[in-house]
């Protein structure tokens, strides 16, 4: 795993003094970085991966198998969204929490936890 600062170089400003910057991807501008925003940058990707393998173990189990258009509809940082019927949302979010509260494979001792709820639209479940 990588994270890729698009022409990252030193630069010097008249009031900051020498700074780090690299071109924003998404403004196509140059954007300052330094200690914090790497660390946050570092603490998202691990979030991405460790999410990324929970959002599989739900997708396994209520992957439109049971009802077509069930199962894992989006992430978002660190969440997740499943889509299921009515009758199996209780259950759903219970494998869900659990699932989400387990450390992966790979880093047993991190702490991980979740919350959730149920709702017919996004918005109402948080």
């Not at 600062?5 to 403004?27: A, R």
């Not at 077509?68 to 929490?97: N, P």
Request: some cysteine; glycine content about 10%.
């Amino acid at each position: 795993m990588g994270l890729e600062y698009f022409w990252l170089h030193e630069e010097s400003h008249p009031d900051f003094g020498t700074q780090w910057v690299y071109d924003d991807k998404e403004t196509r501008k140059l954007k300052r970085t330094y200690g914090g925003a790497i660390t946050e940058n570092l603490c998202q990707a691990l979030a991405r991966n460790i999410v990324f393998e929970q959002m599989l173990e739900v997708e396994k189990r209520y992957g439109g198998y049971d009802s077509v258009g069930s199962g894992v509809a989006l992430t978002v940082h660190d969440e997740i969204v499943a889509v299921v019927d009515e009758d199996k949302g209780e259950e759903c979010l219970a494998f869900m929490l659990a699932v989400m509260h387990e450390a992966p494979t790979w880093w047993k001792e991190l702490p991980v936890a979740a919350e959730g709820g149920i709702a017919t639209r996004y918005g109402d479940a948080k």
